[in-house]
């Protein structure tokens, strides 16, 4: 993943580094996989996302990416049926689950979250 701008504001999320779910208020994770053309079309998208809500929660909101061909076990720990799927976390927790979607879509999912979480 490149370093600097937007895409630092996104890590890969790993068997080795699930920890970090657990360290974040909420966590939005996209589960992707390389192939996948519609999560192809939801990257910028989800870029987008990560910027806005991260100038809005701060480090109250952190995102990740886990790519199902490699973390299999994971996305299916976690009902994974078709990707692009996001998942939102909530103290290492499931809390919400949707299909990609419009960056007005996803700001509005994650500004409802954010505000049951008492972030907002």
């Known amino acids: 993943m ?3 701008g937007t895409a ?10 699930m920890e970090q779910l657990t360290g974040a208020t909420l966590a939005i994770v996209d589960f992707w996989a390389p192939w996948c053309g519609p999560c192809k079309r939801l990257a ?11 100038e809005k929660y701060g480090d109250r ?15 299916q720990r976690h009902g994974i049926m078709s990707i692009p799927t996001l998942i939102a976390f909530a103290a290492g927790k499931p809390v919400d689950k949707r299909p990609g979607g419009t ?18």
């Not at 960056?103 to 907002?120: F, P, S, V």
Request: proline share 2%; no cysteine.
């Open 2 to 4: 490149e370093q600097g």
């Open 8 to 17: 630092a504001l996104i890590s890969e999320l790993t068997s080795s580094s």
């Open 44 to 54: 910028p998208v989800f870029e987008e996302v990560a910027r806005e809500a991260t």
């Open 61 to 75: 909101v952190k995102f990740f990416k886990v790519n199902v061909d490699n973390e299999g076990a994971f996305a």
């Open 103 to 120: 960056k007005a879509d996803l700001m509005r999912w994650i500004d409802k979250i954010a505000l049951d979480l008492g972030l907002a």
